[in-house]
T-cell receptor, first 115, second 116 residues
Framework: KQEVTQIPAALSVPEGENLVLNCSFTDSAIYNLQWFRQDPGKGLTSLLLIQSSQREQTSGRLNASLDKSSGRSTLYIAASQPGDSATYLC??????????????FGTGTRLTIIP | EPEVTQTPSHQVTQMGQEVILRCVPISNHLYFYWYRQILGQKVEFLVSFYNNEISEKSEIFDDQFSVERPDGSNFTLKIRSTKLEDSAMYFCASIRLAGFNTGELFFGEGSRLTVL
C-alpha cells in the first residue's frame, strides 16, 4: 500500500528566501506525482505534474523534481512571497498498476512566508 | 479557465439527515471523483465514476454513500443518513481521460459538511 510522507509539517521563512519542500513515497513504481496547493478552507490547486519519465518540471518560480528510485520528490520555491503562504500537498497514484486519478496524498507542509 | 464547481460551499445538518453535495465537472471531462478531508487529516479517495457507473470505491464509501450523474453536467454525492464522523470537506475532481500519463486531476473548491 502506497504511503506518502511530507517533511517538515510546517515551515516559516522570511520573504525572498528560496525553500525546498520534501515528499517521500514508499512504492517507487509510480506513473506520476502531482503537487497541489491548498489555502485554508479552500480547494486543491494543481501546481505541477511530473510524469515518471521526467526528472523535473518547472512553472514560474516553482520547480519540482522526482527521483523514483529513492522514492522522493522536492518542490523548490524561488524568491518566496507572502502570497506563497499555504499548505503544499504531494500526491501519487494509490496503486502503481492504475492511472493517476486515484491519488494517495501526503499530510502536507504548511508554509508561512514572513513579510 | 475551465473549473470544477461545487455546491453548497458549506452545509450544516443534523445527524441522521440526508445530504446531497453537487458538483459540475469540467465540461469535456469523462472521469469524476469524490475525495474527502477530515479536519487536520489527509485528503482521502472516496469513489471514482465513469460511463455512469462506479469504477472504484474505497472502504470509506459504504452503503450510506451513493453517487449519481443525473444529467449531462451534474455529479452528486449523497449521504443517506449522516453521522458525526462524516463531518469533513468533500472535494469533487475530474479528468478528461484516466489511465497513465493523462494529465492533471482538477479539483473543486470543496463542500464543507458539518454534522451536529
Amino acid at each position: 500500500k502506497q504511503e506518502v510522507t511530507q517533511i517538515p509539517a510546517a515551515l516559516s521563512v522570511p520573504e525572498g528566501e528560496n525553500l525546498v519542500l520534501n515528499c517521500s513515497f514508499t512504492d517507487s513504481a509510480i506513473y506520476n506525482l502531482q503537487w497541489f496547493r491548498q489555502d485554508p478552507g479552500k480547494g486543491l490547486t494543481s501546481l505541477l505534474l511530473i510524469q515518471s519519465s521526467q526528472r523535473e518540471q518547472t512553472s514560474g518560480r516553482l520547480n519540482a523534481s522526482l527521483d523514483k528510485s529513492s522514492g522522493r520528490s522536492t518542490l523548490y520555491i524561488a524568491a518566496s512571497q507572502p502570497g506563497d503562504s499555504a499548505t503544499y500537498l504531494c500526491a501519487v497514484p494509490a496503486n502503481p498498476n492504475f492511472g493517476n486519478e486515484k491519488l494517495t496524498f501526503g499530510t502536507g507542509t504548511r508554509l508561512t512566508i514572513i513579510p | 479557465e475551465p473549473e470544477v464547481t461545487q455546491t453548497p460551499s458549506h452545509q450544516v445538518t443534523q445527524m441522521g439527515q440526508e445530504v446531497i453535495l453537487r458538483c459540475v465537472p469540467i465540461s469535456n471531462h469523462l472521469y469524476f471523483y469524490w475525495y474527502r478531508q477530515i479536519l487536520g487529516q489527509k485528503v482521502e479517495f472516496l469513489v471514482s465514476f465513469y460511463n455512469n457507473e462506479i469504477s472504484e470505491k474505497s472502504e470509506i464509501f459504504d452503503d450510506q454513500f451513493s453517487v449519481e450523474r443525473p444529467d449531462g453536467s451534474n455529479f452528486t454525492l449523497k449521504i443517506r443518513s449522516t453521522k458525526l464522523e462524516d463531518s469533513a470537506m468533500y472535494f469533487c475532481a475530474s479528468i478528461r481521460l484516466a489511465g497513465f500519463n493523462t494529465g492533471e486531476l482538477f479539483f473543486g473548491e470543496g463542500s464543507r459538511l458539518t454534522v451536529l
